[in-house]
DNA sequence: GCTTAACCTGGACGC
DNA sequence: GCGTCCAGGTTAAGC
């Protein structure tokens, strides 16, 4: 029987096309979604509180403090034929395809370029929880009110001015170090300009990797999460721990102890662009997936 | 170009 | 209860 309130969602066809939501907004890439009810995804992107619930092959959908159809389906990449990535990576790796079969459904999403900046810059030597509960705290210490819904206040993420200028974010307390990067990185994004971030979008991978590496605070591997969940670069492969525990496993790298250098992650990640190509990046989500289900059983 | 230490916090773990 | 380790990194110094 479908809940009462379902009723008032809007309804989207996916037209066949893999979703699956349990899966795509817990698999690293976004840290503000939880599940309610045991069936509805609530988060808050950008300026809207968005709830999702897909059934049937559609994708349910409502958008907080006004409908915006639009966000969502650019959010979730929606107009994306991923169907055909999937086939396209399945033909050239038989584990992958075997991951893809078992987590159908996982895609990248299109994210905010400051939100996710900010939120992989909170996620240095942090754990996943603590990055989401962080971003939370900030969130609801300097964002906007978005909307009040279902007895509790959702906050937009705090905007780059905002956290430039926010005196005491370097101080909150659980960010520690990170909270001094965050402000930091912030003042150097209001000092390039307002669309400087939006605009790497229209540049190569390169291009927009080595902008981003420009900034103080920012290394290869959050330039990587930037380029990969936010501006369509889907050949970028961050490497982290998870990435290089899984190149040793399954690939035989011969790196076990040895520290994570600017070599060897050039390394890492070439691995994967040579056998995935411009789709590198969907691999890595893949098997990245995989390898932290693995780690949370452990 | 590699290794190491420092940067903060808090949960997990062993004792 | 207490000490230690570690978690989706980056930077700078030393070699």
């Not at 939100?115 to 909170?122: A, H, Q």
């Not at 906050?155 to 990067?181: D, I, Q």
Request: aromatic content about 10%; some cysteine.
């Amino acid at each position: 029987m479908e809940h009462p309130s379902l009723s008032y969602f809007h309804s989207l066809d996916l037209n066949g096309q893999p979703l699956n939501l349990d899966i795509t907004l817990t698999c690293g890439q976004a840290f503000r979604w939880q599940k309610h009810d045991g069936e509805i995804w609530r988060g808050v992107v950008r300026d809207k509180l968005i709830e999702l619930k897909s059934c049937d092959g559609r994708l349910l959908w409502r958008t907080f403090p006004v409908d915006d159809e639009v966000l969502v389906r650019d959010y979730l990449r929606l107009d994306e034929d991923v169907a055909s990535i999937y086939a396209r990576l399945s033909s050239t790796d038989r584990y992958l395809a075997g991951l893809i079969r078992r987590f159908h459904g996982l895609r990248l999403l299109r994210q905010d370029p400051a939100e996710t900046l900010f939120s992989f810059v909170c996620s240095t030597a942090n754990s996943i929880h603590r990055i989401a509960a962080a971003i939370e705290t900030v969130a609801a210490q300097y964002g906007e009110l978005v909307c009040e819904h279902a007895s509790a206040c959702y906050y937009s993420f705090p905007s780059v001015e905002k956290l430039a200028s926010a005196s005491t974010v370097a101080g909150t307390k659980s960010l520690g170090f990170r909270g001094r990067n965050l402000q930091l990185v912030a003042q150097q994004l209001c000092s390039r300009g307002a669309y400087w971030l939006d605009s790497l979008r229209n540049k190569t991978y390169s291009e927009a990797r080595r902008e981003l590496m420009s900034l103080w605070g920012v290394g290869r591997k959050i330039a990587d999460c930037v380029c990969l969940f936010a501006l369509d670069k889907d050949e970028a492969v961050p490497v982290d721990t998870h990435v290089r525990q899984l190149v040793c496993r399954l690939w035989g790298f011969d790196i076990n102890g040895k520290s994570l250098t600017n070599g060897l992650y050039d390394r890492i990640a070439a691995a994967f662009t040579e056998r995935y190509g411009l789709l590198a990046g969907w691999a890595q989500q893949f098997l990245f997936y995989e390898d932290l289900l693995r780690s949370r059983k452990a």
